[in-house]
């Protein structure tokens, strides 16, 4: 286990974004530079990611911000111990780009490419910051992806639950766009909801005590579509209280979850040494006050990685990519991009 100098790549979704990342050899780690560029205000019109217009945005993007990443973190090329790139799930326009990208400088330079799941860096991110051991308990939870993970070690995950329908993030999307709330719609709705009565509305709280520790969020989602339609045209403290409505619903649903999530978790594998959260909709700090009740009622530490290591970026792929090749993990040159890939 030596140190490291990572290169790291993503744009699997609407960020362009690269980092450089130390790793050294007690496991710890360092961002040297994170740029990311947000394309929020090129789909904004569109009210979501349009895959086209995000892969050509890419194109034109990368080169710069790669260079960017190299000039902020002061390293070469030729330093680099290697270079990764989010080879999926994702549009695949983008994570062509990406992973493209890569390979070229991993050719170039020849140095090692490392292709990284983007769902592995989300939930690798918390190494990154905290001295935190395996196994742990990982919610993940994105515009594309609610899972309870065990992360029992690199490569090695074991998924306890998924949502049934609609991701988490999506359904604060829809919700947001029903409700004529701009895109990306979960801050917006987490912003309503802080000025609104959460009790006015009895929305369904779903998979309630149900024994597996699978999501749904298509049904209260079509709560929200039905009463809202019943009220219209919305004032704006309907829409706050729709919003407090669905949140406190969402959330609710998400702890108890998480209660039986863990208690699999303890049945497998023994007590985790954290719940952490991951994926863009744990910036909700919401959402955070009920996972750390959670934590609290199992007795494991909750963690979190500050929200910009929440949402999508280029540190956590730099740093998956350094634990991948800290333990000889790389990838040859024929990877191909993924636009579909588990866990
Ligand atoms: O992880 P991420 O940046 O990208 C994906 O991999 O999907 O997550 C983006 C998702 C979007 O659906 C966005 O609405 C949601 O995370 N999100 C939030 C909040 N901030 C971002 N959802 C609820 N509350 C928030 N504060
Ligand atoms: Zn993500």
Redesign the pocket.
């Known amino acids: 286990d030596t140190a490291s100098l990572v290169l790291g790549i993503e744009t ?2 609407d ?1 362009t974004a690269a980092a450089v990342v130390e790793r050294r050899s007690d496991g710890s780690g360092r961002i040297l530079s994170n740029i990311v560029h947000s394309q929020i205000e090129d789909h904004a019109p569109f009210g979501g990611v349009v895959p086209e217009i995000a892969a050509r945005a890419h194109v034109d993007l990368l080169d710069g911000i790669v260079a960017r990443a190299m000039q902020q973190a002061a390293v070469n090329f030729k330093n680099l111990s290697g270079v990764a790139a989010a080879a999926g799930p994702g549009l695949i326009g983008g994570v062509i780009v990406g992973l493209t990208t890569a390979k070229a400088i991993a050719l170039v330079h020849n140095t090692p490419l490392i292709a990284v799941n ?1 769902l592995e860096a ?1 939930a690798l991110t918390p190494r990154l910051t905290d001295a935190l051991a395996f196994p742990y308990c990982l919610f993940l939870a ?3 992806h609610t899972q309870i993970v065990a992360v029992l070690g690199v490569g090695n995950y074991v998924r306890l639950g998924t949502t049934v329908d609609d991701a988490m ?2 359904a ?2 829809k919700v947001a766009k029903m409700l004529g709330l701009p895109y ?4 917006q ?2 912003r309503a909801a802080a000025s609104g009565d959460a009790e006015r509305f009895a929305f369904p709280r779903p998979m309630l005590g149900r024994p597996d520790a699978n999501f749904s969020l298509s049904g209260l989602k079509t709560a929200v579509r039905n009463e809202a339609s019943r009220l219209s045209p919305l004032e704006p403290q309907d829409i706050n209280d729709l919003c407090a409505g669905f949140q406190a619903a969402a959330l609710e649903s998400t702890a108890d979850r998480l209660h039986v999530g863990l208690r699999i978790f303890r049945e497998r594998f023994g007590a985790p040494h954290a719940l952490v959260a991951a ?3 744990a ?2 700090q919401a ?1 955070r006050g009920a996972l750390q009740q959670v934590a609290t009622a199992a007795g494991t530490q909750f963690m979190i990685p500050p929200p910009a290591l ?3 970026n280029g540190a956590m792929i730099a740093w998956a990519g350094a634990e991948r090749l800290a333990l000889g993990l790389v990838d040859s040159l024929e990877f191909a991009p993924r636009a579909r890939w588990l866990l």
């Open positions: 699997t979704c960020e983007h989300h994105s515009g594309g993030g999506e604060f999307d990306p719609g979960g801050p709705v987490e994926g863009g909709v910036a909700n959402i929440c949402t999508d």
